[in-house]
């Protein structure tokens, strides 16, 4: 049965599209109307970067909690339900709260243009305004300068995770643009940490930091992380710390961990929230080993993945990812969308992955056909074919190869189906 919020959420789709279009001016109108909730927030850690942000942000979120903090987040996309967007000092969004708020913010705005990612986003403000907490965790959704959480004249920290090329159409064909996008969170006098940058990126950020008198915390400079026998060392100014390796996996997480630690550090957490933060993380669809529902069943001897990662650098991530983990036949299901460099993000997986499977997102209108999806894959040098559904391609896999490694990949769009219809 679908709730209240389901009908208000497609009905604002339908009044305010999924479109992108980059500007504050409809965000703070529709703040100004709701009585600049952006104002009266617990103190606001803000995140942007292109790969990481979200692992970032839970990694925070976990050590904040385990310090006794109580933590607001707000991150997007969503992968089954919108509640997962807006977590309310640790608790997601109660039904009854979010049709409420959504209504409120609907009514406030009117009949004035407003897209869908900022009427929702104001939502969230809202809800974090009359909630008390100790933090208040926003994700950025695209870029950072003209993002629609990036109304906030004085946050408490910024975080900037490792920019790579994406979304181009929105933010700049060069990594120098894109990073100047991304650094648009840095306010006057507000610290940033900042995550591994290739040089260019980082010229940019510390350019911009430096107009705006912004300390940065920088990775390689200020701190450093690694992986050491089995342990994740990391040292600052402060000191080292000795940890166990993140929960979350992927030799990826050891950088997103680090600035995670930064943060916490900066904060003045110890190290019990440090070590909390890398070892109770959770975030979903990020090389997620799923163990039951029926694709597991379909295929009850194959180890099963789940990965949302869609542009080059997630592509490298997870093929990182693949090669560390023991050898085993790994089999590609792969479903993206139409904006997306998809030879791009095939070419990295070409040399761990035996095959790949070929889908459509079911019901996203900006699905890549299945046939493209394969024809870039091959071009990419992975032997490719074509399935109906993630369902069919598992059971084809398992029926040839029962002990594979099967990985659903390609979009966070992909695994919010997955996870709602194998939860």
Known sequence: MSAPSDAILQRMMALHPKVIDLTLDR???????LGHPETRLPPVIHVAGTNGKGSTQAMIRAGLEAAGRKVHAYTSPHLARFHERIRLAGTLISEPDLAALLDECSAANGTDPITFFEITTAAGLLAFARTPADYT???????????ATNVIARPRLTVITPVSIDHQQYLGETLAEIAGEKAGILKRGVPCIVGPQAPEGLEVIEARAARLGAPLLAYGEHWHVQADRGRLVYQDETGLLDLPLPNLPGPHQIQN???????LRHLGLDERACEAAVTRAEWPARMQ???HGPLVDAAPHAEMWLDGGHNPAGAQAVAATLAALPRRPTHLVCGMLNTKDVVGYMRPLAGVADTLTAVGIPNEPNTLPAAETRAAAAEAGLAATEADSVLAAVTAIAAGEPQARILICGSLYLAGAILRENG
């Open 27 to 33: 965000m703070h109108r529709l703040l100004a109307q």
């Open 137 to 147: 965790l926003l994700e950025v959704g695209l870029g950072g300068r003209l993002d």
């Open 257 to 263: 961990a680090g600035a995670a630690l930064a943060a």
């Open 289 to 291: 080993h799923l163990r």
